[in-house]
């Protein structure tokens, strides 16, 4: 229908799949015991722990021990990138490196590993998104201790190098982490092709539920871990585990991966089409990242002489779901430091919207976007001609 809602910030996060939701309502019910508990309510809920930990696995390529739940992505990558700087800030290892446009989470973890001593070092970026090589080959040394580059931009979707960058670091005895949020089910996340250390993935991103997400750590790595207090989780992530999101999140994961090559050419041609259309009728609009290799699901426009909160606040009145840019700055009124970091214009940085595509988008929902955008943008333009 013209007027049913349509959501395009898959990026933002996904609906939980029916699957999903049967596969955890059992452990909410007569299945709750917990998993360190010695009684057959314990040993039920341990067994399925272990079960999805395996499951999981296999998604991603490893083993089941190299599998610790979280909470979600900013867990996840704060326990990669701190436990492992706490762990060989000792050996003389004080260098941390990563890129200007990762995640929040990212950021706040570097930052904070520079607080106690550490040593920020930043890979310079190209301006179609991509992280530059000779600049890593200049930031990387026998001191650094690891470096963490997303695999997907949350923001405009570029693919990073993660498979050239990771056996780079392993030359300099470097430990390598990869935040997949935005790729696993959309590009390679395979630990057995690739080097890389710790690789992140957060479950609502995919049709699991908020509050659940893993790290992949591999085998024989040592970690610091956030928090203490118990020796669940080979003591890396102590706390009574949540069964239930985590076979969620396996039954999310299988059903991802299985339907990854399908799933991954629909959302392509999806957003190939939102795109041309906006493009025919706002010519002067800017896709960021449009010259780099891209996930499929993400679209980051911006239009000269607008911005992205007067668009956003225009489309939601339409019933049109979009963002900025990443969620988790959502309010704020700076320009994403992602499209700041590439070098762009502060007015389109501060216009920029993304659109995420998913398994709710529908060719409808593109043609009535291809509609209704480029008619706010001339009003927008109109009222701002008039200021």
């Not at 508990?37 to 998604?59: F, I, K, M, N, Q």
């Not at 089910?185 to 995919?206: M, N, P, R, V």
């Amino acid at each position: 229908m013209a007027n049913d809602p349509v959501y395009l910030d898959h990026a933002a996060t996904t609906p939980v799949r029916e699957e999903v939701f049967e596969a955890m309502k059992p452990f909410y019910g007569p299945r709750f015991g917990n998993p360190s508990s010695t009684h057959r309510w314990g040993r039920e809920a341990r067994a399925a722990l272990d079960e999805a930990r395996e499951r999981v696995g296999r998604c991603l390529g490893a083993r089941a021990d190299e599998i610790c739940f979280t909470s979600g992505g900013t867990e996840a990558d704060n326990l990669a990138i701190l436990g492992a700087w706490r762990a060989l800030k000792a050996k003389g290892r004080k260098a941390v490196v990563t890129t200007p446009i990762e995640h929040k989470a990212i950021l706040g973890a570097v930052h904070q590993a520079a607080h106690e001593g550490a040593e920020e070092r930043f890979v310079a970026m190209t301006a179609e998104g991509t992280a530059d090589t000779s600049s890593f080959d200049r930031v990387m040394d026998d001191d650094v201790a690891v470096c963490s580059m997303m695999c997907v931009n949350n923001e405009i979707g570029t693919i990073q190098p993660v498979p050239e960058f990771a056996a780079k670091a392993k030359v300099h005895g470097a430990l390598f982490h990869t935040d997949a949020v935005q790729a696993f089910g959309k590009i390679s996340t395979d630990a057995q092709k690739q080097q890389f250390d710790f690789l992140t993935i957060s479950g609502h991103k995919f049709g699991a539920p908020k509050g659940i997400g893993a790290l992949f750590i591999r085998r024989g790595i040592h970690l610091e871990p956030l928090m203490h207090g118990g020796s669940q989780d080979r003591g890396r992530r102590p706390g009574t585990e949540n069964v239930a999101a985590a076979v969620g999140l396996a039954r999310a994961a299988e059903l991802t991966v299985a339907e990854c090559e399908a799933h991954c050419a629909r959302l392509e041609k999806l957003r190939d089409r939102l795109e041309a259309g906006i493009l025919a009728k706002v010519p002067d609009a800017v896709i960021h990242g449009r010259g780099a290799p891209r996930a499929p699901h993400v679209t980051n426009i911006s239009v000269p002489g607008t911005d992205s909160e007067s668009l956003l606040m225009a489309l939601d009145l339409r019933g049109i779901a979009a963002s900025g840019g990443s969620a988790c700055q959502s309010g704020s009124i700076e320009p994403s430091h992602v499209l700041s970091a590439l070098g762009v214009r502060p007015d389109l940085a501060s216009a920029a919207v993304r659109m995420s595509v998913g398994s709710l988008t529908t060719d409808s929902a593109i043609d009535r976007v291809i509609e209704v955008f480029p008619a706010l943008v001339a009003k927008a333009r109109q009222l701002a001609a008039a200021e």
